[in-house]
DNA sequence: AGGGCGCGATTTTTT
DNA sequence: ATCGCGCCCT
């Protein structure tokens, strides 16, 4: 073994090192957060190489291919060259390389394309028209979704058909003929040479059901079998793993790696079950279970409130996650009257600890459970002036003028692509109406051919004709180009070629302007795509054809993110975005009932449980600050909404909690004690319930001023006897200190404030100093 | 064919 | 509030 490898099996814990060096059989290992499942993770391929496995016969499996980069590199640094070798990826990514070896099997062409979301969507969306069903019951949402499940749970057309409670529940939401709708879209996708983001796993599946050579050439090939992030598996994927490693003569050497209580992605077919499955299918080969319980991340305050929280849900993997950290700082609860409020107290808090604590504001994030909640911080961030970066929202290869050029050059490749012919034949504006497509799509679907087959022959009038055959000329120039011309090349002919370019140039708005940048950051993706060599899959040739750009983009949700990293910005996002992340100080906002628990979840157990995991996996992202905060009142669709605060708040124990700061800036005489944990009354029609809520009149601070001119002065050099300036209360001066070190607080009397003075902890103040 | 207006819905997200 | 979609009018 190199010295390498063993220097860093030192830094492991016992049960990480045993995860890492048992590597016969199948292993299970539970990994609470902050636990250094990664470390688990890549230090185990590594010591499976340094232990004589090929590098190609290890095939890791992630989720997001952020993980699998990040993996990639690790896996480098500690074996070097022979990282390249080693099959690792997405779920997607791996299984859309072994389709394309294996195409011809099931009938597809190798190059086939992969259709996203909204492709699939659209392609759903028409065949409802072509079917003349009322698209307002009919939902293409709702039955992708219906699709989506049935792939994931294995039931063909044919099976769904059968299929009892599927095809009750469709006739309950009156869309009996969504079987049908199923069997159409699957037959398009075929004939479109396509498939959607479910097949690359279901595609695969049937793939080694079907081809027993197939089956046993991959069997033969993948020895040894690593998945990240287990919990968030569905039927599907864990039977496709079943496929590969559990059979008779098999050596099952499958390690698999995930936390029962991070799983937040039932919604979309995750399921908790494969876990619990997974012990009991491998019972009797061996199976053994580690459970990372140390983290490494998280002061002992935030462990214990994650601990404690999640022993709300009804079922778990026993397991009591601790740290070494020392207690660090309670859990702070800011209480607001209001979200604008919300957003106020926050950025005010990360001026505070940025003082305070040193923080820098890449160490800081904000989580809210749904991303419209981000604007507040936003507005108030910008306020005071401090960077940060919105994650989540529409990614980069989502936004139209992206979406049109990339529509093209699929079409280059594969012209039978149906979404990216009815995206872009018409678009520039040529002339080819709804009324020409709608024939063309008829007449395809009656022969059977693409809608580019039936462009040649479609009797059509001839200013159609004069449109359809210079579209499908600006189409064949591109393809015969391809031979000798690289994806950029060919991209940038077509940007100009199909007219999109100048349509683009020629919007002069400022959105346009966004999106002519857009369109170029897309241009120099492709000559970067080409120039560069960074092709880390063993044995393959760079290619920098369009068909292989293609490929490479078409799993891929957003740019790299290497060009923020440099900046110092605090985050905003979605807690589900922040899954894997940490921060030294995280802010948990809105905790309100039904917005966190969302009303869409919050009626069963199971969504409740759910809701639970995202909230426990939102307070583990911190390193050494958590701050919660509710409002008592926020708009929402466009109307003031009242709720009481979240009932997770409730199952943090008290004495974790600091004592609450409450009303302190709201300028109300009588505070707003009711507890983070007793649920308030609550006044759906915003009339006023006696007592319980302030009007906004009265939640009305006595004094006003812009937060752009107030500048806090650094808490230590609070002295008695200073004329101070309070972002709420405004002037008052400092009459005496009291307490020492962490927690002084001031004794303030202010001009404008009723009652006159004020104690305020100088650790969370605010207070700028006048002389 | 294209623009404009009105209505309705509205979590979370990777691939 | 906001956005997207669909329908209707020009």
Redesign the pocket.
């Known amino acids: 073994m190199s010295a390498q490898l063993d220097s860093y099996l030192d830094t492991l814990n016992p049960v990480q090192r045993a995860a890492v060096t048992n590597t016969k059989g199948p292993v299970l290992v539970v990994a609470g957060p902050g636990s250094g499942k990664t470390r688990v993770l890549t230090f185990r391929i590594a010591y499976l190489i340094e232990q004589g496995a090929a590098p190609w016969e290890i095939l890791a499996l992630t ?6 980069r990040e993996m990639k590199e690790r896996i480098g640094k500690v074996v070097g060259e022979r990282a390249g070798g080693v099959w690792a990826g ?4 791996i299984f ?1 390389r072994i389709l394309r070896v294996e195409a011809r099997h099931i009938g597809y062409p190798s190059d086939f394309t992969i259709y ?2 909204d492709d699939a969507k659209s392609l759903i ?1 028409s065949i409802i028209k072509e079917m003349n069903l009322d ?2 019951i009919y939902s293409a ?1 709702a039955i992708l979704q219906r699709i989506s499940s049935a792939k994931s749970n294995l039931i063909t057309p044919a099976r769904y058909a059968q299929n009892a409670e599927l095809m009750q529940q469709d006739k309950a939401a009156r869309m009996p003929l969504v079987y049908k709708i199923y069997e159409t879209y699957t037959a398009r996708c075929k004939k479109a040479g396509a498939m959607d ?2 097949d ?1 796993l279901y595609r695969l599946f049937e793939l080694l059901q079907n081809q027993s050579e197939v089956l046993d050439k991959y069997r033969a090939k993948f020895r040894y079998l690593m998945v990240d992030e287990f919990q968030d598996t569905n039927y599907l994927q864990y039977a496709i793993l079943r496929k590969l490693c559990h059979y008779d003569g098999s050596e099952r050497n499958i390690c698999v790696v995930g936390d029962d209580a991070q799983s ?2 039932a ?2 077919g995750a399921t908790i079950q494969n876990i619990l499955d997974f012990e009991s299918d491998f019972k009797n080969f061996g199976i053994q279970v580690f459970k990372l319980e140390q983290n490494y991340r998280s002061t002992s305050h935030i462990v214990q409130a994650a601990n404690e929280v999640i022993t709300y849900n009804r079922r778990q993997i026993q397991k009591r996650i601790w740290s070494d950290k020392g207690e660090g700082q309670r859990i702070r609860l800011l209480k607001t009257m209001t979200d604008n409020e919300e957003g106020n107290r926050v950025a005010d808090t990360i001026v505070e600890q940025k003082n305070r604590d040193h923080l820098r504001n890449s160490d800081i994030a904000i989580l809210y ?4 909640q981000s604007r507040v911080f936003e507005e108030y961030l910008r306020r005071y002036n401090i960077a940060y970066k919105v ?2 929202g529409m ?1 980069f290869y989502q936004r139209k003028e992206v979406k049109d050029l990339i529509a093209y050059l699929r079409l280059v490749v594969n012209p039978n692509d149906e979404e990216a012919m009815r995206r872009v034949i ?1 678009y520039p ?1 040529r ?6 497509l709608d024939k063309l799509a008829g007449l395809a679907n009656q022969t059977g051919k693409s809608i580019w087959e039936i462009i040649p022959e479609a009797p059509v009038p001839a200013r159609t004709r004069n449109s359809l055959d210079e579209f499908a000329t600006i189409i064949r120039e591109a393809q015969s180009r391809q031979q000798q011309a690289n994806a950029y090349e060919i991209a940038d002919f077509m940007a100009r070629r199909s007219g999109l370019l100048q349509l683009i140039n020629a919007d002069t708005s400022i959105e346009g302007m966004g999106r002519q940048e857009n369109f170029n950051a897309l241009l120099d993706a492709i000559k970067s795509f080409v120039e560069e060599d960074s092709v880390m899959d063993a044995g393959s040739v760079p290619d920098k054809s369009l068909a292989s750009y293609l490929q490479n983009i078409a ?4 740019f790299d993110e290497s060009e923020d990293e440099t900046k110092d910005r605090v985050s905003l ?5 922040a899954k894997g992340l940490e921060f030294k100080s995280i802010f948990l906002v809105g905790l309100e009932e039904k917005l966190f628990p ?1 009303f ?2 919050m009626d069963s157990p199971d ?1 409740l449980d ?2 639970r995991r ?1 909230f426990y996996v939102a307070i583990t992202r911190a390193e050494q600050l958590l701050t919660l905060s509710y409002a008592n009142a926020r ?1 929402r ?3 003031m909404t009242y709720n009481p605060p979240s009932r997770f708040l409730e199952e943090i124990p008290a004495h974790l909690i600091d004592s609450p700061v409450g009303a302190r800036s709201t300028g109300m005489t009588r505070p707003v004690d009711t507890g983070a944990a007793a649920p308030r009354p609550v006044s759906e029609s915003g009339s006023r319930v006696s007592g319980a809520f302030p009007t906004r009149r009265a939640a009305a601070p006595a004094f006003q001023m812009d937060p752009k001119d107030f500048k806090p002065s650094p808490s230590d050099q609070i002295a008695a006897g200073q004329r101070v300036l309070h972002l709420k209360f405004g002037e008052g001066k400092v009459t005496s200190i009291d307490g020492g070190a962490d927690n002084r607080v001031a004794t303030i009397v202010f001009k404008l404030s009723d009652p006159p003075e004020k104690k305020i902890m100088l650790k969370f103040a605010k207070l700028q100093i006048l002389e």
């Open positions: 989720f997001t291919n952020k993980s699998a997405t779920f997607h990514s859309a996203d979301t969306g698209k307002d949402n983001f479910d690359l937040i992605y919604f979309r459970r749904t991303n419209a994650f989540g990614s018409n504006r002339g080819i109406g709804d009324g020409a799993l891929l949700t957003d996002m979605s807690v589900h975005s969302s869409m979840s969504g759910e809701e995202l708009y669709f466009g109307k």
